[in-house]
């Protein structure tokens, strides 16, 4: 394993509670992630890059779909979640490092794969391009971020509108792109792909019966003590938000979770 000092972000796998908040994301979008990455050609001998590797599910997936004959390889800057997998699988290697600042370790992947980082990212569109360059010629590339147009209650609710903007505007000030979904296609154009696709999913929250509920409420928790700091949100605003949470009656849409895909060029 290589080591590196980690800048801070909106969010840290050394945050309490992130390992259940990282489940509940790989439980709603796996699904989804490994489809796509199997009509990538993700298979037996494959070389596969996995950047911002989280809580593992998918170096795990990858590793078996691969076998012995291929290869993957998981980048995160804190890696606490997935070095065990490197001591269980022989063809799994770990790599911890700043996708922003260092260049990806090795090139010739078949297929590579981000799901909810590059949005984080004010250098996005740089490190998207780190991420097809590492392809081989022919390769994959599949990239997932939220656009969150859809983001909201399913009837009007003033109180949650409020919450909802008040948490995209300090994401934003966080250097957080809260419509980088809807750019995706253009920007792996722009970075030389071809065959770019994309697709959409967008779930429906219900109070604390929906999977996805440990994300938006670890999440917010997070960036509570910034939003009350900085006057966009009271206690009792919070107290509101977290009654949604909890309420079986209560219905929402989440943010749209763009998955492209492309190649590049043979």
């Known amino acids: 394993m290589q080591t590196d000092s980690a800048p801070e972000y909106m969010l840290s796998n050394a945050d309490e509670g992130e390992?259940?908040?990282?489940?509940?994301?790989?439980?709603?979008?796996?699904?989804?992630?490994?489809?796509?990455?199997?009509?990538?050609?993700?298979?037996?001998?494959?070389r596969v890059l996995i950047a911002g590797a989280g809580g593992g599910s998918l170096v795990r997936w990858a590793a078996e779909t691969?076998?012995?004959?291929?290869?993957?390889?998981?980048?995160?800057?804190?890696?606490?979640f997935v070095l065990p997998l490197?001591?269980?699988?022989?063809?799994?290697?770990?790599?911890?490092?700043?996708?922003v600042t260092q260049d990806l370790p090795g090139g010739g992947f078949d297929a590579a794969h981000a799901r909810l980082l590059l949005g984080h990212l004010p250098q996005r569109e740089a490190v998207l391009a780190k991420l097809a360059d590492a392809l081989r010629p022919g390769g994959g590339?599949?990239?997932?971020?939220?656009?969150?147009?859809?983001?909201?209650?399913?009837?009007?609710?003033?109180?949650?509108?409020?919450?909802?903007?008040?948490?995209?505007?300090?994401?934003?000030?966080?250097?957080?792109?809260?419509?980088?979904?809807?750019?995706?296609?253009?920007?792996?154009?722009r970075a030389g792909l071809v065959d770019v696709d994309a697709e959409g999913l967008v779930l429906t929250l219900r109070g604390a019966t929906f999977p996805l509920e440990p994300m938006f409420r670890q999440t917010f928790?997070?960036?509570?003590?910034?939003?009350?700091?900085?006057?966009?949100?009271?206690?009792?605003?919070?107290?509101?938000?977290?009654?949604?949470?909890?309420?079986?009656e209560y219905d929402m849409c989440t943010q749209t979770l763009m998955s492209v895909w492309g190649r590049r060029p043979a």
Do not use: C
């Open 86 to 99: 490197a001591e269980h699988y022989p063809n799994v290697r770990v790599v911890q490092q700043d996708v």
């Open 19 to 46: 390992r259940r908040r990282l489940a509940a994301i790989e439980a709603a979008y796996d699904p989804g992630s490994k489809r796509h990455l199997t009509a990538l050609g993700v298979g037996r001998g494959s």
């Open 66 to 80: 691969v076998g012995l004959s291929g290869e993957v390889l998981a980048v995160d800057i804190d890696p606490r």
């Open 141 to 189: 590339l599949l990239v997932e971020d939220f656009d969150w147009g859809s983001y909201g209650p399913a009837e009007p609710n003033p109180s949650a509108e409020k919450a909802i903007e008040a948490v995209s505007d300090l994401a934003r000030s966080f250097g957080f792109d809260t419509a980088f979904g809807r750019r995706l296609p253009g920007v792996m154009r």
């Open 221 to 248: 928790d997070r960036l509570l003590p910034h939003l009350i700091a900085g006057g966009q949100m009271s206690e009792d605003d919070a107290a509101a938000l977290h009654q949604r949470f909890d309420d079986l």
